[in-house]
């Protein structure tokens, strides 16, 4: 069975890595399983045939067979769990790698996002100047503590697994405000994941599809 799955046809970053997508692409390389990409117009992203997937008309998805996915972080999990490459074989380090995957993306990625709303959806609200320095705050209040976690070590915990790969995924998100900058333990630790081949791939498949002139009607 094939796997497909779906991205923006235009990412809004232009291909820089930081749609959810590239997350699945990267996971699937390090895990060497092809796959295929179907593109979704931004109009077409409500519509009845792309929300039969993604009940909240997002990307991206994942089909495989009968079975369909959302939730980058969900698919990410099923192809660690079914594939070897991003989970330890030990038990207890398997759990600590899983539990690295759910605080990225709950507990470091929120005020990332919120700071991208405000800063390109919300800008031109007046409350935007007094609301920007409390989110950003938060933020490296959550990295400060990640620096520490993290320490001298290569990795979260012991060697590359599903836990750096999304924690990689959610800090790459804060590079355009210039606040991972500020923690040179951590934007030497993104830039790890970067160099990994599988990552390489993935970026350059991704970058490729927004590099290529926009299909005629």
């Given at each position: 069975?094939?796997i497909?799955?779906?991205a923006?046809?235009?990412?809004?970053?232009?291909?820089m890595?930081?749609a959810?997508?590239?997350?699945?692409?990267?996971?699937?390389?390090e895990?060497?399983?092809?796959?295929?990409?179907r593109?979704?117009?931004f109009?077409?992203m409500?519509?009845?045939a792309?929300?039969?997937l993604?009940?909240?008309?997002?990307?991206p998805?994942?089909?495989e067979?009968?079975?369909?996915?959302?939730?980058?972080?969900?698919?990410i999990f099923?192809l660690?769990?079914?594939h070897t490459?991003?989970?330890p074989?030990?038990?207890?380090?398997?759990?600590r790698?899983?539990?690295?995957?759910?605080?990225?993306?709950?507990?470091?990625?929120?005020?990332?996002?919120e700071?991208?709303?405000?800063?390109?959806?919300?800008?031109?609200?007046?409350?935007?100047p007094?609301?920007?320095p409390?989110?950003?705050?938060?933020?490296r209040?959550r990295?400060?503590?990640?620096?520490?976690?993290?320490?001298?070590?290569e990795?979260?915990d012991g060697?590359?697994?599903?836990?750096?790969?999304?924690?990689v995924?959610?800090?790459?998100?804060?590079?355009?405000?210039?606040?991972?900058a500020?923690?040179?333990s951590l934007?030497a630790?993104v830039?790890?994941?970067?160099?990994?081949p599988a990552?390489?791939?993935?970026?350059?498949a991704?970058?490729?599809?927004?590099?290529?002139?926009?299909?005629g009607?």
């Amino acid at each position: 069975m094939s796997i497909v799955i779906t991205a923006f046809e235009r990412s809004p970053d232009g291909g820089m890595g930081l749609a959810r997508d590239t997350r699945v692409r990267w996971a699937l390389e390090e895990v060497g399983q092809p796959y295929e990409v179907r593109l979704v117009p931004f109009g077409a992203m409500k519509e009845p045939a792309h929300v039969s997937l993604h009940p909240f008309g997002q990307i991206p998805t994942y089909e495989e067979g009968d079975l369909v996915l959302f939730e980058s972080g969900a698919i990410i999990f099923h192809l660690a769990d079914r594939h070897t490459g991003l989970l330890p074989m030990d038990a207890n380090a398997r759990a600590r790698a899983i539990t690295w995957m759910f605080a990225a993306l709950n507990t470091v990625e929120p005020p990332i996002l919120e700071l991208v709303t405000a800063r390109f959806v919300e800008g031109d609200k007046p409350w935007t100047p007094e609301r920007m320095p409390l989110i950003a705050g938060r933020i490296r209040e959550r990295l400060g503590r990640l620096v520490t976690r993290l320490g001298d070590a290569e990795w979260l915990d012991g060697g590359f697994s599903a836990g750096d790969l999304t924690m990689v995924s959610v800090l790459l998100r804060l590079r355009p405000s210039g606040i991972l900058a500020e923690f040179p333990s951590l934007a030497a630790y993104v830039a790890r994941g970067e160099a990994r081949p599988a990552y390489q791939r993935a970026f350059a498949a991704q970058l490729a599809i927004n590099a290529a002139p926009v299909p005629g009607p």
